[in-house]
């Protein structure tokens, strides 16, 4: 049985995410802690990404702890010099000095970089720049930087340390891998699976930190909500938390963040359970510092939720699943294979007249079933001008307009087709797209990453142009794209941060902001009349890193797949209100 709250404040109801017995949903949002380490045996810094603060926390007497204020989105933190922590914050290129006592030592601009993890190596900062895809070097002044050869096209790049004179560890999140890179670019050691997301024996899911000890490394496999240890031999000595053990008890983790060692201690930041805990070198936890009453339920990193005539419809993307269940949480289905193969990382669901449609989306396939439950599957195969299109990576996949929509961020294209024949009627690609689709049915535009599209009643195209931080919209008959940018009440002007689904509400738009954390509801103009996302966080009216929103078939409800929160929430539209929009900016 699927878990189902339905008795959450302004009617929201949750499922798939539970909480400790005896405990309620909590009110406050968390944190977000990003990193902490030991400044002194009994000094423990810790840093919040979203309040902007960093906390002093005394091992010996938990009730004295300090707040320092003035941070903006602090990422990583590593010891700079004896005593002393420098804390990174890639939005606006700083560097922050903090000692034990909680006094700011100072700050060091980097022009033109956002460095999310910086570290001293030699007489320089070792840095990784997230944001331009890099690994740099720059000079202790900050005033000059050198770009370190890559030893394949970096994709994420969250934390890189020191192992020696000439060797740095590199986590990149999106390729799936920690590497030990030499400074000419050779990859020395390595573990993970490139590009293939997984618990499995050898396999990561978007690691964030991972730090040198002399016997192997330690790596905070996040999205496994686990933590390794492993030999410099790729050997995994042992491991602590992992899927089938998320939450807070005992040998338990959520979103595990970063690492830190000193001497035989341990210290993991446990992010999703707002806590710190302490471990010993054997991966033993000997002491927490913080608390959480959140236990995941039965999905992970699902991306989308669709209300269908006999319950919901889930794309469960990390199970590798897509799961049907009764509006009362009974009835559960798991499909995780069709045609004879499992399915991979399945970015979408959906019910469009009748049949169920799943993008399959690391197998490049566009699935369709009669029935909702049914076992007998077809794959939908596309053309354009009587040529094939092989699709890579499909995401989104609607109703709208003459035909369906299938948006594919590998082919970097919104494609527009005939389910009957599969003939593409029309393809709307970046700029950067390849030969595959040049056809006179095809229009170029300054588009990049777009996970979702939809078209208007007056044929106007609306893409989550995500790559680009961007609402886009093409009126029909014109040739250039206009740049909608969420403007309050007051006028300010609330930018996107990677914008991923966009969905029709009567004559505005409903647009999940994950870069932000929040849904947002606007006009064409870009007016904001109603917000649902406090901040990051799960807290009832929190949310993290939302991947899709629709609005349901009665019009007064929307559906979330709330992503980083392991939960997916149908929403009231009324509990949308333009003065909730209390976000920061920052990604995720």
Same mark, same amino acid.
């Not at 000193?262 to 930041?269: A, D, E, F, R």
């Given at each position: 049985?699927?878990?189902?709250?339905?008795?959450? %404040?302004?009617?929201?109801?949750?499922?798939?995410?539970?909480?400790?017995?005896? #405990?309620?949903?909590?009110?406050?949002?968390?944190?977000?802690?990003?990193?902490?380490?030991?400044?002194?045996?009994?000094?423990?810094?810790?840093?919040?990404?979203?309040?902007?603060?960093?906390?002093?926390?005394?091992?010996?007497?938990?009730? !004295?702890?300090?707040?320092?204020?003035?941070?903006?989105?602090?990422?990583?933190?590593?010891?700079?010099?004896?005593?002393?922590?420098?804390?990174?914050?890639?939005?606006?290129?700083?560097?922050?000095?903090?000692?034990?006592?909680?006094?700011?030592?100072?700050?060091?601009?980097?022009?033109?970089?956002?460095?999310?993890?910086?570290?001293?190596?030699?007489?320089?900062?070792? &840095?990784?720049?997230?944001?331009?895809?890099?690994?740099?070097?720059?000079?202790?002044?900050?005033?000059?930087?050198?770009? +370190?050869?890559?030893?394949?096209?970096?994709?994420?790049?969250?934390?890189?340390?020191?192992?020696?004179? #000439?060797?740095?560890?590199?986590?990149?999140?999106?390729?799936?891998? $920690?590497?030990?890179?030499?400074?000419?670019?050779?990859?020395?050691?390595?573990?993970?699976?490139?590009?293939?997301?997984?618990?499995?024996?050898?396999?990561?899911?978007?690691?964030?930190?991972?730090? %040198?000890?002399?016997?192997?490394? &330690?790596?905070?496999?996040?999205?496994?909500?686990?933590?390794?240890?492993?030999?410099?031999?790729? =050997?995994?000595?042992?491991?602590?938390?992992?899927?089938?053990?998320?939450? /807070?008890?005992?040998?338990?983790?959520?979103?595990?963040?970063?690492?830190?060692?000193?001497?035989?201690?341990?210290?993991?930041?446990?992010?999703?359970?707002?806590?710190?805990?302490?471990?010993?070198?054997?991966?033993?936890?000997?002491?927490?510092?913080?608390?959480?009453?959140?236990?995941?339920?039965?999905?992970?990193?699902?991306?989308?939720?669709?209300?269908?005539?006999?319950?919901?419809?889930?794309?469960?993307?990390?199970?590798?699943?897509?799961?049907?269940?009764?509006?009362?949480?009974?009835?559960?289905?798991?499909?995780?294979?069709?045609?004879?193969?499992?399915?991979?990382?399945?970015?979408?669901?959906?019910?469009?007249?009748?049949?169920? $449609?799943?993008?399959?989306?690391?197998?490049? !396939?566009?699935?369709?079933?009669?029935?909702?439950?049914?076992?007998?599957?077809?794959?939908?195969?596309?053309?354009?001008?009587?040529?094939?299109?092989?699709?890579?990576?499909?995401?989104?996949?609607?109703?709208?307009?003459?035909?369906?929509?299938?948006?594919?961020?590998?082919?970097?294209?919104?494609?527009?087709?005939?389910?009957?024949?599969?003939?593409?009627?029309?393809?709307?690609?970046?700029?950067?797209?390849?030969?595959?689709?040049?056809?006179?049915?095809?229009?170029?535009?300054?588009?990049?990453?777009?996970?979702?599209?939809?078209? *208007?009643?007056?044929?106007?195209?609306?893409?989550?142009?995500?790559?680009?931080?961007?609402?886009?919209?093409?009126?029909?008959?014109?040739? !250039? +794209?206009?740049?909608?940018?969420?403007?309050?009440?007051?006028?300010?002007?609330?930018?996107?941060? /990677?914008?991923? /689904?966009?969905?029709?509400?009567?004559?505005?738009?409903?647009?999940?902001?994950?870069?932000?954390?929040?849904?947002?509801?606007?006009?064409?103009?870009?007016?904001?009349?109603?917000?649902?996302?406090?901040?990051?966080?799960?807290?009832?009216?929190?949310?993290? *890193?939302?991947?899709?929103?629709?609005?349901?078939?009665?019009?007064?409800?929307? /559906?979330?797949?709330?992503?980083?929160?392991?939960? $997916?929430?149908?929403?009231?539209?009324?509990?949308?209100?333009?003065?909730?929009? =209390?976000?920061?900016?920052?990604?995720?």
């Amino acid at each position: 049985m699927v878990p189902i709250s339905a008795a959450l %404040p302004g009617g929201v109801t949750e499922i798939g995410l539970g909480y400790l017995p005896g #405990s309620t949903t909590p009110a406050r949002p968390h944190d977000w802690r990003a990193g902490s380490l030991l400044l002194d045996p009994d000094v423990l810094l810790s840093v919040s990404y979203w309040s902007g603060q960093a906390e002093i926390i005394h091992r010996g007497a938990p009730a !004295r702890r300090k707040t320092v204020a003035g941070l903006t989105g602090p990422r990583g933190v590593a010891r700079c010099a004896e005593g002393l922590a420098v804390v990174a914050q890639p939005e606006i290129g700083r560097l922050t000095r903090i000692d034990g006592d909680g006094r700011i030592h100072g700050h060091l601009d980097l022009p033109g970089i956002s460095p999310w993890f910086a570290c001293q190596w030699r007489d320089r900062w070792l &840095v990784s720049d997230d944001t331009r895809k890099a690994v740099l070097l720059v000079s202790a002044d900050g005033r000059t930087a050198d770009r +370190l050869p890559a030893p394949f096209a970096l994709r994420s790049v969250r934390s890189c340390v020191p192992v020696d004179d #000439s060797h740095y560890l590199l986590c990149d999140r999106e390729s799936q891998s $920690v590497v030990v890179v030499s400074l000419t670019g050779e990859v020395v050691w390595q573990y993970g699976r490139s590009n293939h997301p997984s618990s499995e024996e050898g396999c990561l899911t978007s690691p964030e930190h991972a730090i %040198p000890l002399p016997s192997g490394v &330690v790596i905070a496999d996040t999205r496994n909500h686990r933590v390794l240890f492993v030999d410099w031999n790729g =050997k995994l000595v042992w491991s602590l938390g992992g899927v089938g053990r998320v939450g /807070s008890g005992p040998g338990r983790l959520w979103h595990p963040t970063s690492v830190s060692a000193h001497g035989s201690l341990l210290l993991i930041t446990d992010t999703g359970n707002d806590r710190i805990l302490e471990a010993d070198l054997d991966g033993r936890v000997t002491a927490v510092h913080g608390d959480s009453r959140v236990e995941a339920g039965v999905f992970h990193l699902p991306r989308s939720l669709e209300a269908t005539p006999a319950g919901y419809l889930v794309a469960d993307s990390y199970n590798n699943r897509v799961t049907s269940f009764g509006a009362d949480g009974r009835d559960v289905v798991h499909t995780a294979s069709a045609l004879g193969r499992k399915l991979f990382w399945p970015r979408n669901a959906s019910v469009i007249d009748g049949s169920t $449609v799943v993008s399959d989306s690391r197998n490049g !396939r566009l699935l369709l079933s009669p029935g909702q439950d049914a076992d007998t599957w077809q794959e939908l195969r596309l053309s354009l001008a009587g040529r094939p299109v092989g699709l890579i990576d499909p995401h989104a996949v609607r109703k709208s307009g003459p035909g369906w929509l299938v948006t594919d961020t590998g082919l970097n294209a919104v494609l527009l087709f005939d389910p009957r024949t599969g003939e593409v009627l029309h393809a709307w690609c970046g700029e950067r797209t390849g030969a595959a689709l040049s056809s006179g049915e095809v229009t170029l535009l300054p588009l990049d990453d777009v996970h979702d599209a939809v078209i *208007d009643d007056e044929r106007t195209v609306w893409f989550a142009n995500t790559g680009h931080d961007r609402l886009c919209a093409l009126p029909y008959g014109e040739s !250039r +794209l206009r740049n909608i940018t969420p403007r309050r009440a007051a006028g300010t002007e609330s930018p996107f941060i /990677s914008p991923r /689904s966009v969905d029709l509400v009567g004559g505005q738009l409903l647009v999940t902001d994950s870069g932000n954390h929040r849904v947002v509801r606007l006009t064409p103009s870009g007016a904001v009349t109603g917000v649902y996302g406090r901040r990051r966080g799960h807290a009832v009216d929190s949310l993290s *890193d939302p991947r899709l929103a629709r609005v349901g078939p009665s019009g007064d409800v929307i /559906s979330i797949a709330d992503y980083l929160n392991d939960r $997916v929430l149908l929403v009231p539209l009324a509990a949308l209100r333009e003065d909730g929009d =209390k976000v920061g900016s920052a990604a995720s």
